[in-house]
Nanobody, 123 residues
Framework: QVQLVESGGGLVQAGGSLRLSCAAS????????MGWFRQAPGKEREFVAA????????YYTDSVKGRFTISRDNAKNTVYLQMNSLKPEDTAVYYC????????????????WGQGTQVTVSS
């Protein structure tokens, strides 16, 4: 089992920045690829970013490329999502997830999920 706890969400004005953190506990964190997903009201959960177990490979959905950066610190069992130039359409609950295989954009491929953290971007 892997337990994931997100933090860092909040209310920010358009153009602002937030850094989300996801702290993992349980099994060896460095064995897992990690992903960030988000879900807005009335919409399906969508892929945001993912990172390989080593951090050498990262993946982003087109709408956040150049604005968001995913990173991880395996010594701290934590994955981060730095979000810059935020837009109102980024408003959603953000979830981190862990997968014991290669990173994927498919939420069904992840085994463990956090409880989510709310990000609200005002215009």
């Amino acid at each position: 089992q892997v337990q994931l706890v997100e933090s860092g969400g909040g209310l920010v004005q358009a153009g602002g920045s937030l850094r989300l953190s996801c702290a993992a506990s349980g099994r060896t964190f460095s064995n897992y690829a990690m992903g960030w997903f988000r879900q807005a009201p009335g919409k399906e959960r969508e892929f945001v970013a993912a990172i390989s177990w080593s951090g050498a490979s990262t993946y982003y959905t087109d709408s956040v490329k150049g604005r968001f950066t995913i990173s991880r610190d395996n010594a701290k069992n934590t994955v981060y999502l730095q979000m810059n130039s935020l837009k109102p359409e980024d408003t959603a609950v953000y979830y981190c997830a862990a997968r014991g295989l290669k990173a994927t954009m498919n939420p069904l491929g992840y085994d463990y999920w956090g409880q989510g953290t709310q990000v609200t971007v005002s215009s």
